[in-house]
């Protein structure tokens, strides 16, 4: 379970030129492992993710999924790879209003075409372990927002994915509240053994992180391996 970017540039029209958000990246994402791309807004953070999950397709470099090379694949190859092997844990949740928390987790294994009871049982280990376990049935209106961005994850570990990528998680939490949900990700990230890389500007709480590099104008910077205690 790892994740390869090599010599990746993407360029979005500007006008009547282009503009460079990513420019030459190289990073590579050990299995088990967090790893903090953080970068000022505007650095290319988001693009760098959107790189990685398939969604975006750079103009140059190639991006390795769990040994896959996605440049390889076509959009429906693309699309089973997402479903299959990445989990996308962006800003907003986008939950559904009308579901409860358990069958937010539900509708992705249906999407994979997963038992539904064995789906229901994955969702409420799932749910347990994001320590959500008695909120199961409730709606996303009946849970707070650091609840709901533990839906949101552990939405994104249903099909067990390989590399798992979140955007900002933190940024409508508190301090407490924003320190559970990256203390969270990190034990998931060992548990699990998935290669995975969290974007944010905010550097508060890089002492979380396994690993720390830095996005600006489009280019990775000074790999910086953070210590742990
Ligand atoms: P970050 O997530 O670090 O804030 P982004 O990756 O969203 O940065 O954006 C990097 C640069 O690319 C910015 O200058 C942004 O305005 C530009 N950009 C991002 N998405 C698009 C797009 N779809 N079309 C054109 N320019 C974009
Ligand atoms: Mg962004």
Redesign the pocket.
């Known amino acids: 379970m790892t994740l390869h970017l090599e010599h990746v540039t993407l360029t979005?029209?500007?006008g009547d030129s282009r503009?460079t958000?990513l420019d030459d990246v190289c990073l590579h994402v050990p299995a088990g492992a967090l790893t903090a791309v953080v970068?000022?807004?505007?650095?290319?953070?988001?693009?760098?993710l959107?790189v990685a999950a398939t969604l975006v397709t750079p103009d140059a470099g190639t991006v390795l999924v769990d040994g896959v090379d996605t440049g390889e694949l076509d959009r429906a190859g693309k699309a089973a790879l997402r479903r299959e092997r990445v989990g996308i844990v962006f800003q907003q949740p986008n939950l559904l209003p009308s579901l409860t928390a358990a069958e937010q987790l539900q509708v992705m294994a249906h999407l994979s075409g997963r038992a539904p009871r064995a789906a229901r049982e994955r969702a409420l280990e799932l749910l347990d372990a994001v320590g959500l376990a008695d909120q199961a049935g409730r709606r996303p209106h009946q849970l707070s927002g650091g609840q709901r961005q533990r839906v949101n994850i552990a939405r994104a570990l249903m099909n067990d994915p390989a590399v798992l990528l979140v955007?900002e998680p933190t940024s409508a939490l508190d301090h407490e509240r924003g320190a559970a949900v990256l203390d969270l990700l990190a034990t998931l990230t060992r548990e699990r053994g998935t290669a995975s890389v969290l974007?944010t500007?905010d550097r508060t709480h890089l002492e979380r992180m396994d690993r720390t590099v830095t996005?600006r104008d489009?280019r990775l910077s000074g790999e910086e391996a953070v210590a742990r205690a």
């Not at 970068?39 to 760098?48: A, E, N």
């Open positions: 979005y029209p500007d503009l958000a970068g000022p807004s505007g650095s290319g953070k988001s693009s760098l959107a955007d974007v500007h996005v489009g």
